[in-house]
């Protein structure tokens, strides 16, 4: 059973990109544990159909429309509600899109998360901020070992490059204003990013994913095509990241605050990775039927397509592990595309799918 989330009932707790994949996931997860939840985000949720309304979150919690570019309204927002802590996930999170709009997707990314920052700083309330950045902050030097969170930043694509952007940001920040040697006396902020990549879960439908676009071929009965067979990926279910992020974020609330301050790597069990057929193959199996076909082949370069985080500092600071392995998370993912598929009630699914992650945890 994943421990010492209680400190959760009751607290307000300020999330930024609640209405998409991962922002529904953790607002539902933070309901269960009776946190009194803010959502910021844009006014209509990135995807339709969405998790976020198809779970009917939006009545339970207090959510505000903004752009996280627009300073005066998010810092506004957190003078008023003074949460005490906030998970900021806006962001624009896709690499193709990034590269037909970078202005757009460096301003939201990096100065968005300066803005969050900047707005922390002025607000006593405030003990924690949680940024969301990637496992692609990285520079990909086609390592075989998992990148560790002193390893260098980099990016070539606007996406990752703006992640890292937000990553020197918060070090800033971090450096600047909220040293762990300075925390009790002249400020009491413990301030960390996050980083993890290919999440994966019921409720995603964004374009350019995997796991959504096999399940959108699987209910249409058509082939899944799969772009890049032989990729490897550090393919997570959506709640093992946000039970690291949830667990950090209890650590930051209490005494002893300042250990936690800094860079953490989320990732799955799996040692050698996944590769996209793997998955392609399990959800084929697990639906009952469906094939897939393989589109552009001459992509698929196993020597430029591998990726993996290094979480043994989660392991040994937190205690923290994954709850689920590469087959638990698939079988999570086919119930829920199938709930969704025969009209069944999401909220009710959402919920036991978070019990049941959480009960998983062993440590
Ligand atoms: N899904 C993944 O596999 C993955 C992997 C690594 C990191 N991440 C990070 O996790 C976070 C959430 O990703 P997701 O997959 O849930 O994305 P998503 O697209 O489903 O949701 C993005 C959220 O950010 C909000 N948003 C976007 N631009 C905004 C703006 N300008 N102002 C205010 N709100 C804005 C949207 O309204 C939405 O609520 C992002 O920071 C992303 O970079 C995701």
Known sequence: MLKGLDIYKGRKVL??????????????????????????????????????ELCKLSGRIHEVSG????????????????????????????????????????ATNAIGTINVLEAARHCDAVKAVICITTDKVYENEEWLWGYREVDRLG???PYSASKAMA??????????FFRPEWYGDRHTVAVASVRAGNVIGGGDF????LVPDCMKALIDNGPIV???????RPWQHVLVPLGGYLLLGAKMLQPGAEAYIGAWNFGPPEMNGITTSQIADQLIE????????????????LETSYL????????????????????????????WYRAWDEGKDLEALMQAQIKRYAESVTV
Not at 41 to 51: E, V
Not at 167 to 175: C, G, H, K, M, R
Not at 286 to 301: H, P, R, Y
Request: aromatic share 12%; glycine share 6%; with cysteine.
């Open 226 to 232: 799969v772009r890049n067979p032989n990729y490897i």
């Open 286 to 301: 697990l639906w009952g039927s469906g094939s897939w076909l393989c589109e552009n082949s001459d992509s698929d370069k």
């Open 206 to 209: 964004a374009d350019f994913r």
């Open 15 to 52: 999330i930024t990109g609640q209405t998409g994949f991962k922002g529904s996931w953790l607002t539902g997860w933070c309901l269960q544990l009776g946190a009194n939840v803010v959502g910021y985000s844009l006014p209509q949720a990135p995807t339709s159909p969405s998790n976020y």
């Open 155 to 157: 990016g070539k694509d």
């Open 67 to 106: 752009d996280i570019n627009d300073f005066d309204k998010i810092n506004q927002l957190i003078q008023d509600e003074r949460p005490e802590i906030i998970f900021h996930m806006a962001a624009q999170p896709l690499v193709l899109p990034s590269l037909e709009n970078p202005r757009e997707t460096f």
């Open 308 to 335: 993996r985080l290094s979480w043994e500092k989660a392991a040994r600071q937190l205690n923290w592990q994954p709850g689920y392995d590469w087959k638990d998370t698939m079988r999570d993912i086919v119930e």
């Open 167 to 176: 990553e020197l940001a918060i070090n800033s920040y971090v450096q600047s």
